[in-house]
């Protein structure tokens, strides 16, 4: 192949009818340079893990070299896109290089802060648009056992690629995406419930009645598919709520709420998302409860460890993570315009029924309670609609930056 592109770029370069360039254009496309889109580094459970967003598989080496201790990695050349942010590492990696090593090869050098060696490498096949991943994670050894294997090569890390189910994989064959709303309370829990100074609705209330108008003006779009988790007044329990969600592979999920505090001059939303610390080790526990291939729709990990599937947990994770504040950014200016918000109206919590695992979850505190205003806003129409265009807006951002740009 390569020497079949060589000889056509030869004839090329030597040609002068305008016909055999555009051939010649369009054979250099197909032999494009692989580039590498991003750079992510984790440290989960004592283990380091490198990624390379790019898109398209390559070829890799590893070996270590010591004084100082490293991990060099060589694959095919590929074009680097941009500063990916740094580099300065996480976990046992210290700082990070890289760059054209000769022709057609391009080294990454891992400087790592402890001995290491590397307990695998494998790449990870595109799934719902994304990008291949090449995974090169990192674990403690002896000094004795690194100084031995340095300038070895890495052998056979990992014997095969992981290619992701498609036939589970109910995200991509949609043509609308799929939201669960999610209307906190119901049933024999009432919620928060207005100050002293005013009674209105309770909170299950409330947030069904808006919770309907936002399902309303996201299906008139004709973009979105709703779902609520109830629908009339019942209780669902949190970890009920976040399953609908996962089972049915949602695109987005909002639960909706209307808090209550003693101060009742104190009003406005709040977006909430799930703070990092509290999540790890309950989707260490989700993982261990539930079967694992099931958490991760769409991945086949039959032939898995535990450990890889649990860092292909991790990994998903954090990507739904990422994805959750990303909505949370987008919605925030969006809600600004039709509601008052509180002072940092972004935060983050350990909220049970936000740990749907790969669901891109928010939870929305609409409003005070407590405060007369915002208890009357709330049960009127026009604030109802309002709220929901501004979801609607907001998701309408959220899912062109997420689906298309991947
Ligand atoms: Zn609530």
Known sequence: MKQVIRKILEYCLGGVLGVISLHC??????????????????????????????????????????NPDRVVIDISEVKWNSNYGGAKGTGYINRYRFGLFKHGTSRIVLDVTKPVRVARAFMIKPKRGKSWRFVIDLKRTSKKAFETNVKKPVRHPVKKTIIPNQQQDLRSHRTKKLIVLDPGHGGHDPGNLGGRRYRGFPEKTVVLIVARAIKKALERTGRYRVIMTRNRDVFLKLRARSRIAHARQADLFISIHADSIKNPRIRGATV???????????????AARENKSDIIAGM????????????????????????????????????????????????????????????????????????????????????QRKIANAIVRAADIFFNKTYVAN
Not at 375 to 381: N, V
């Open 272 to 286: 909430y998302t799930l703070s990092e610390k509290a999540s790890d080790r309950e989707a260490a526990a989700l």
């Open 300 to 383: 086949d990990l039959d032939e898995e460890t535990d450990q890889v599937q649990s860092i292909l947990i991790d990994l998903v994770k954090r990507e739904t993570m990422n994805l959750s504040n990303s909505f949370a950014n987008d919605l925030i200016p969006q809600l600004r315009k039709a509601v008052i918000l509180r002072t940092r109206p972004h935060r983050a919590a350990g909220l049970i029924v936000l740990k749907g695992l790969d669901v891109p979850s928010v939870l929305l505190e609409l409003g005070y309670l407590t405060n007369a205003r915002d208890a009357r806003l709330l049960m009127q129409k026009q604030t």
């Open 25 to 66: 254009a369009t054979t250099v496309v197909l032999a494009k340079t692989p580039e590498v889109s991003a750079i992510r580094i984790g440290h989960y459970r004592g283990m380091t893990r490198f990624v390379l967003d790019i898109n398209q598989k390559i070829k890799y080496r590893i070996f270590t070299l010591a």
